[in-house]
């Protein structure tokens, strides 16, 4: 009879760790994935311009759709669009939605704003939905711009910097490759 072994304790990750599993991560899953690198580098890219679009609840469907129109690789932008996420949504909308309001030439919400959502004692629930209405224009508007700015500067960079990377990883695993391949050579003719 085999001895029961104790369960492994599990381990906090630390930063290097978690720094190491996401790099065995990326270059296992995306440099070394079996497509060509302009259909790689594209689906990063649409993964990224919809994490930081305000469509939360849609993005994962989005984000295939884009992908298939635009002939990018459709499975490694879905990862991507998580960065958007409940832990994320303040540091990724509220700095789109200040841009927005700069390129809008709009002020941003204050309390003012706020206090107009709260509903009177006489208003209907119809008053109180047109209102939400109106205001929530408010805020789309600017976020939405903000979003769309943001998204696409960063889908740009996400685009050129994983195109070369790709290239580049791939160029230099050949190279390795053909060295080891020659040394092997090399040993069975001696």
Same mark, same amino acid.
């Given at each position: 009879?085999?001895?029961?072994?104790?369960?492994?304790?599990?381990?906090?990750?630390?930063?290097?760790?978690?720094?190491?599993?996401?790099?065995?991560?990326?270059?296992?899953?995306?440099?070394?994935? !079996? @497509?060509?690198?302009?259909? $790689?580098?594209?689906? #990063?890219?649409?993964?990224?311009?919809?994490?930081?679009? &305000?469509?939360?609840?849609?993005?994962?469907?989005?984000?295939?759709?884009?992908?298939?129109?635009?002939?990018?690789?459709?499975?490694?932008?879905?990862?991507?669009?998580?960065?958007?996420?409940?832990?994320?949504?303040?540091?990724?909308?509220?700095?789109?939605?200040?841009?927005?309001?700069?390129?809008?030439?709009?002020?941003?919400?204050?309390?003012?704003?706020?206090?107009?959502?709260?509903?009177?004692? !006489? @208003?209907?629930?119809?008053? $109180?939905?047109?209102? #939400?209405?109106?205001?929530?224009?408010?805020?789309?508007? &600017?976020?939405?711009?903000?979003?769309?700015?943001?998204?696409?500067?960063?889908?740009?960079?996400?685009?050129?910097?994983?195109?070369?990377?790709?290239?580049?990883?791939?160029?230099?695993?050949?190279?390795?490759?053909?060295?080891?391949?020659?040394?092997?050579?090399?040993?069975?003719?001696?």
């Amino acid at each position: 009879m085999t001895p029961i072994s104790p369960s492994r304790p599990k381990r906090s990750l630390s930063i290097a760790s978690w720094w190491r599993r996401w790099y065995d991560f990326v270059v296992r899953s995306v440099l070394r994935l !079996n @497509d060509r690198p302009h259909r $790689i580098a594209l689906g #990063l890219a649409v993964g990224v311009f919809v994490a930081f679009t &305000p469509t939360v609840g849609l993005q994962m469907p989005i984000c295939v759709a884009l992908a298939w129109l635009l002939g990018a690789n459709k499975v490694i932008g879905l990862p991507v669009v998580w960065i958007s996420n409940p832990a994320t949504f303040v540091p990724i909308y509220y700095p789109s939605y200040l841009l927005g309001c700069r390129i809008a030439r709009c002020p941003s919400v204050d309390r003012t704003w706020f206090a107009s959502l709260s509903p009177g004692p !006489n @208003d209907s629930t119809m008053d $109180i939905l047109g209102t #939400l209405g109106s205001r929530f224009i408010d805020v789309a508007l &600017p976020l939405w711009i903000g979003c769309l700015a943001v998204a696409t500067v960063l889908a740009i960079v996400t685009y050129v910097v994983s195109f070369f990377a790709i290239r580049m990883y791939r160029k230099e695993e050949s190279m390795a490759l053909e060295q080891l391949e020659s040394r092997r050579r090399d040993a069975s003719d001696q």
